[in-house]
């Protein structure tokens, strides 16, 4: 499969009152399209600042990343998130609460006409499986299906790559597990690309295709699940790790 995304030599930084701190001094990554990628770390370890450089939120200090070959973000050019084709998911779900479901489904759609709108918009609550619930508001679903229109807002606008930041954080246990699997099964179904950020090794094991653990601003290994589960077993959980 060809790479869809690639992260080459990646410099992530803060200008702080004592100068410049280093999130991220050097990383490197490529993802297949198709693929589910999922880095792991601890809280504070940099990837979510990684997510949000490759949608445009960050400035990146040195290297780059390219989307399909072309460009994004180096430290002489920015391409405008909205002009990325990236898409994102966030631990709250960041639903407006005075619109119903199908009108935050279609929030990004606004420039498609009135009947395109709606097909996409029925098109994606049947994906989720939340047809039932388009004139319902977020405050009257359950934790799991709000999340569940997120993903249909997020990939209502058809994004070439999805950030998925902690989705599942705010959700208990078993429906975290659970509805990691339903989106994996849903991401598969549209064949689109995504690549997810969480402390929680379950999640990463019901979701990725490529696993990665974060430690120090470095990239420890970028691996199947079956070699991270073998890691697992020769040598224990990181100290950081997290199972609920």
Not at 10 to 32: F, K, M, S, W
Not at 54 to 65: D, L, M, N, S
Request: net charge negative.
């Amino acid at each position: 499969m060809p790479t869809l995304l690639a992260l080459e030599h990646l410099h992530l930084a803060y200008d702080t009152a004592r100068g410049l701190r280093t999130v991220i001094p050097d990383l490197n990554l490529q993802l297949e399209r198709g693929q589910i990628g999922c880095l792991l770390g601890a809280s504070g370890c940099g990837k979510s600042t990684v997510l949000r450089a490759i949608a445009g939120f960050e400035p990146v200090r040195g290297g780059r990343i390219l989307l399909e070959g072309r460009e994004l973000s180096s430290s002489q050019q920015q391409v405008a998130p909205e002009l990325r084709r990236v898409g994102m998911m966030f631990q709250d779900y960041a639903l407006f609460p005075h619109m119903s479901v199908a009108r935050n489904v279609g929030f990004g759609l606004r420039r498609a006409s009135p009947q395109e709108r709606e097909a996409r918009v029925a098109e994606l609550l049947a994906l989720v499986g939340l047809a039932h619930a388009r004139d319902s508001y977020p405050h009257e679903l359950s934790g799991g299906q709000q999340q569940r229109v997120a993903l249909a807002r997020a990939l209502a606008p058809a994004p070439e790559l999805l950030l998925l930041d902690e989705p599942f954080s705010n959700l208990d246990t078993d429906t975290r597990e659970h509805l990691a699997q339903e989106v994996r099964g849903i991401l598969q179904a549209t064949g689109h690309t995504a690549i997810l950020v969480t402390h929680n090794q379950a999640e990463a094991l019901a979701i990725a295709d490529r696993i990665g653990s974060l430690s120090g601003g470095q990239l420890q290994y970028w691996d199947s699940p079956a070699a991270f589960r073998q890691r697992l077993a020769e040598g224990g959980t990181p100290a950081w790790s997290e199972h609920q």
